[in-house]
C-alpha cells in the first residue's frame, strides 16, 4: 500500500495552479473536467504519480470558498534550506505565514506558508 493522493477543494482553479506549480514548483500532471457533474480535478506533484504521493485539487464549478473546519492540520514538503524556500516563495508571490526556524522546543527547521484558498503548508528542512 502507498499513499496515492490528498484532495483539497478550491475556489479558483487557475489561481491555485498557478500557486503550485509557479511557487512552490510542482507540476500540473493531469486534469479533468465532469461536465455532467460540474467538477473539474487538477493532479499537481514533484514526479510521477506512478511513484510519488501527489496533491489532487478539485474544483466545483460555481463553488468559491469552503469552511476548512478544525480537523485539518497542513500538508508538509521537504525543502533543502527552509530559509531560502521562503525568500523564494515571497519573491514568487507566495504567502510565508510562518517565517524558517525551529519548531518550538526542538531544532528541525521548519516554516509554512498559506496557498490561494487558506491551507497550511509546512516545509520542513531536510536534515543533513
Not at 62 to 69: A, N, Q, T
Not at 92 to 108: N, Q
Request: with cysteine; aromatic share 10%.
Amino acid at each position: 500500500m502507498r499513499i496515492l493522493h490528498t484532495m483539497l477543494r478550491v475556489g479558483n482553479l487557475e489561481h491555485s495552479i498557478e500557486f503550485y506549480t509557479n511557487v512552490l514548483g510542482m507540476r500540473l500532471l493531469r486534469q479533468s473536467d465532469n461536465e455532467e457533474y460540474e467538477y473539474t480535478l487538477a493532479f499537481l506533484g514533484y514526479g510521477d504519480e506512478s511513484e510519488e504521493a501527489v496533491i489532487e485539487l478539485t474544483y466545483n464549478w460555481g463553488k468559491s470558498e469552503y469552511e476548512h473546519g478544525t480537523a485539518f492540520g497542513h500538508i508538509a514538503i521537504e525543502v533543502d534550506d527552509a530559509y531560502q524556500a521562503c525568500e523564494e516563495i515571497k519573491s514568487r508571490g507566495g504567502t510565508v505565514s510562518r517565517e524558517a526556524g525551529p519548531v518550538k522546543g526542538g531544532t528541525t527547521i521548519i516554516a509554512f506558508v498559506k496557498d490561494p484558498d487558506g491551507y497550511s503548508i509546512e516545509l520542513i528542512q531536510a536534515k543533513s
